[in-house]
């Protein structure tokens, strides 16, 4: 059964770190681009961040450019965002997804996380 599963939301202050995984089963992530979205409360799902299979391609959304870290590690057949500096606006439900092309647009992906609540709050 193909599968991904996100961890490593939370509440968290401002200017704090969280670190979300991806754990992926049933299938090899090593061939797949990992991408990253967040939809916000009234917002549409938005793409923030996507990394190749050899993670040279990658990509960050100009909001969480500098704070966020995309990486992967195929032998673990995972994923990881480590979010920094966390803004009260980035609270989302946070989801990673997995396809064929480096893209931040969602139809290029097939396969798709629970996703992981993410609130930035004092």
């Known amino acids: 059964q193909v599968q991904l599963v996100e961890s490593g939301g939370g509440l968290v202050q401002p200017g704090g770190s969280l670190r979300l995984s991806c754990a992926a089963s049933g299938f090899s992530l090593a061939n797949h681009v990992i991408g990253w979205f967040r939809q916000a409360p009234g917002k549409e799902r938005e793409g923030i961040s996507f990394i190749n299979s050899r993670g040279d391609d990658i990509f960050y959304e100009d909001s969480v450019r500098g704070r966020f870290t995309v990486s992967r590690d195929n032998v673990k057949n995972t994923g990881y965002l480590q979010m920094n500096s966390l803004k009260p606006e980035d609270t989302a439900i946070y989801y990673c997804?997995?396809?064929?092309?480096?893209?931040?647009?969602?139809?290029?992906?097939?396969?798709w996380g629970q996703g992981t609540q993410v609130t930035v709050s004092s």
């Open positions: 997804a997995t396809g064929p092309v480096a893209t931040v647009l969602s139809a290029y992906y097939a396969y």
